[in-house]
Structure formats: structure tokens, C-alpha cells
């Protein structure tokens, strides 16, 4: 097993220079050499694609809610649209059949049974 690893946290000083200096930092404490050239580029590479897979994490977080949302929202309005009396329904059959196509035969049943496959598969 790997020791742990301790990296150095910033002082408040350092916090109150900005990004820069935080940058710097863990350069530094990652033991790149801030002279060479090259070993900056691999370094500043790396905080940019950290910080695109963060924003991609975001992104996706936010539409699995969306989706959860809209389905939830969906699913709901065809069980109040049932239990309600029949004067009070205002779904009708090609509306209803419309949502059951949306929900389960389209792209978007396609989506979350990607979704559920994908991170529901442990």
C-alpha cells in the first residue's frame, strides 16, 4: 500500500493572492519544476482538463436531474389525470397515448435506460 501522500495546504496569505498563487502552489507540492517550460505546459494541461471534467460533471449532474424532474413530472400528471373523476380529466386518450410514446417507446426511455445501466449496474 502506497504511503499517503501530505500535500502542503495554503497559508491564508497565499489564499488571498488568487488562482495564481494557488497554482503555484501545487506545482510546487507536485514537485514541478516552474523553470522548465515543458513541465509547466504537462502541468497547467492538467488543471485544465481537471477543471473540463469538472464542468462536464456538472453538466451531467444537472441533466440526470432534469430528466429525473421532467419524467417525475410526466408519470405524475398520468396517475392524477387516472385517480381523477371523469368530468375532471383533462388528458385525453391521444394526449396520454403521446406521453406513453414519449416515455417509454422514444429516445427519451432510451436515455434512462442508458442512465440506469450505466450507474445503477453495481
Excluded at 14 to 30: D, P, R, V
Excluded at 40 to 55: C, E, V
Excluded at 65 to 87: C, Q, S
Aim: glycine residues 10%; charged residues 20%; hydrophobic residues 45%.
Amino acid at each position: 500500500m502506497a504511503p499517503q501522500l501530505n500535500l502542503p495546504q495554503p497559508t491564508p496569505t497565499e489564499a488571498a493572492e488568487g488562482t495564481q498563487a494557488l497554482g503555484e502552489a501545487s506545482a510546487m507540492a507536485a514537485g514541478v519544476d516552474l523553470s522548465d517550460r515543458e513541465a509547466l505546459n504537462k502541468f497547467n494541461q492538467l488543471m485544465r482538463s481537471d477543471k473540463a471534467d469538472g464542468h462536464m460533471h456538472h453538466l451531467v449532474v444537472c441533466g440526470m436531474y432534469f430528466v429525473g424532474v421532467l419524467a417525475a413530472i410526466l408519470l405524475g400528471a398520468i396517475v392524477l389525470n387516472e385517480v381523477m373523476p371523469m368530468n375532471k380529466r383533462w388528458l385525453g386518450e391521444s394526449e396520454l397515448k403521446e406521453i406513453y410514446q414519449f416515455l417509454f417507446n422514444s429516445g427519451f426511455g432510451g436515455v434512462l435506460g442508458f442512465a440506469g445501466k450505466r450507474f445503477l449496474k453495481e
